[in-house]
T-cell receptor
Framework: LAKTTQPISMDSYEGQEVNITCSHN???????ITWYQQFPSQGPRFIIQ???TKVTNEVASLFIPADRKSSTLSLPRVSLSDTAVYYC????????????FGAGTRLFVKA | DSGVTQTPKHLITATGQRVTLRCSPR?????VYWYQQSLDQGLQFLIQ???????AKGNILERFSAQQFPDLHSELNLSSLELGDSALYFC????????????FGSGTQLSVL
């Protein structure tokens, strides 16, 4: 089972900022939080990764509170091409480390 | 382009048959991961290899097997195929044994008729 919980879907409009929150209550002390983007019939693509506080790159920002039990992926000024499934991932240390993806959040950007 | 190569891109076969999917990781990456993605099951972790050794196992059926060769490419063998095995199979790679940052290939679309 995935160690994360995300909203199943979200809708937005072009030009808006989108925030997707992920819960990971049982995150391990040494775990990073990683986000992926997946378009239909393509492999997931790494977006951003962080351990604590805030991380920003050319694509997105990742906000992580001090307790690290949740994280928020922020996509600034989305466009139609940002319509995709977004996955939040933390390591699963059950019986050895595994990279388990949850159900993800299906983001639909409208014109 | 992630640098991970999967072949073939499409595969159509019949129930009961056996197929082999191939993956070449990014240059320098020692870990290879296999995932299965179907419409009703999402992205399911199957198995991970690191430098030729099996390191983690997920929901991989006994009819499925995998291996990683000395040149680090990997093969996923699917046998006694059933209709429900139709799915997109992804390979991913990473430099280390423990990593949440994976690089995915474009997948092999398997259709079992």
């Amino acid at each position: 089972l995935a160690k994360t919980t995300q909203p199943i879907s979200m809708d937005s409009y072009e030009g808006q900022e989108v925030n997707i929150t992920c819960s990971h209550n049982n995150i391990a002390t040494n775990d990073y939080i990683t986000w992926y983007q997946q378009f239909p019939s393509q492999g997931p693509r790494f977006i951003i990764q962080g351990y604590k506080t805030k991380v920003t790159n050319e694509v997105a920002s990742l906000f992580i509170p001090a307790d690290r039990k949740s994280s928020t992926l922020s996509l600034p000024r989305v466009s139609l091409s940002d319509t995709a499934v977004y996955y939040c991932l933390v390591g699963d240390w059950t019986g050895g480390f595994k990279t388990i993806f949850g159900a993800g959040t299906r983001l639909f950007v409208k014109a | 382009d992630s640098g991970v190569t999967q072949t073939p891109k499409h595969l159509i076969t019949a129930t009961g048959q056996r197929v082999t999917l191939r993956c070449s990781p990014r240059s320098g990456d020692l870990s290879v991961y296999w995932y299965q993605q179907s419409l009703d099951q999402g992205l399911q972790f199957l198995i991970q290899y690191y430098n030729g050794e099996e390191r983690a196992k997920g929901n991989i059926l006994e009819r499925f097997s995998a291996q990683q060769f000395p040149d680090l490419h990997s093969e996923l063998n699917l046998s006694s195929l059933e209709l429900g095995d139709s799915a997109l199979y992804f390979c991913a790679s990473s430099p280390r044994q423990v990593s949440e940052k994976l690089f995915f290939g474009s997948g092999t679309q398997l259709s079992v008729l």
